[in-house]
């Protein structure tokens, strides 16, 4: 003999449970779904910010690195505030 789930809230028929859960989950099917996209969509964005990051990183690296040899030569240039500007000879 199967046992039967007894609520006020749900039904006592095994049929109409399954009939119910079956409908419910068809409705938040969708929902689920989009979760599972967005999710993808976050991590790939999070992926493209990081490569992006490096390549900043690695650009600054470079720019104080031509400035730094450049300033060896007395070419009187430095970085102020993030760019590059041209300063007068003795400063």
Known sequence: ??????????????????????????IIKPY???LDT??????DLKNKFDDISDKINIYET???AIVNILAKYDVPIQIVNGKVVEIEEGD
């Open 38 to 43: 967005d999710e993808l969509g976050v991590d």
């Open 1 to 26: 003999m199967a046992d039967k789930l007894v609520s006020k809230n749900m039904p006592t028929d095994n049929r109409n449970l399954r009939n119910t859960l079956i409908s419910n989950f068809e």
């Open 62 to 64: 470079n720019i104080q």
């Open 32 to 34: 689920l779904d989009k």
